[in-house]
Nanobody, 123 residues
Framework: QDQLVESGGGWVQAGGALRLSCAAA????????MGWFRQAPGKEREFVAG???????TVAESLKGRFTISRDNAKITVDLQMSSLKPEDTAVYYC?????????????????WGQGTQVTVSS
């Protein structure tokens, strides 16, 4: 079964760091742009960062300097490194795949989604 699987979520104190990883199981995503989104309780899902297979990347303006995205095409994994975490970063983080080179910033552009991983930042 084709799927994206996120890992690395958990609980962290404010100011800490977490690294999320997304692995593609049963599917090649070599021609796909990969994105990370997040959804906090009571809020809409929002774009966090994305990267294509050439390494072109986009990070949400409000998260630049704290979040970085990387990709290992050989391992078919996409990582999201989060640092200086704040309580407002608490959300379920989702990995998604979009066919093509363009890194979309809207969730309805993405074709495949993972189940999500919870990130909780305590003050």
């Amino acid at each position: 079964q084709d799927q994206l699987v996120e890992s690395g979520g958990g609980w962290v104190q404010a100011g800490g760091a977490l690294r999320l990883s997304c692995a593609a199981a049963g599917r090649t995503v070599s021609n796909y742009a990969m994105g990370w989104f997040r959804q906090a309780p009571g809020k809409e899902r929002e774009f966090v960062a994305g990267i294509n297979w050439l390494g072109g990347r986009t990070v949400a303006e409000s998260l630049k300097g704290r979040f970085t995205i990387s990709r290992d095409n050989a391992k078919i994994t996409v990582d999201l490194q989060m640092s200086s975490l704040k309580p407002e970063d608490t959300a379920v983080y989702y990995c998604a795949a979009l066919y093509g080179l363009r890194v979309g910033v809207k969730d309805d552009e993405y074709e495949y989604w993972g189940q999500g991983t919870q990130v909780t930042v305590s003050s």
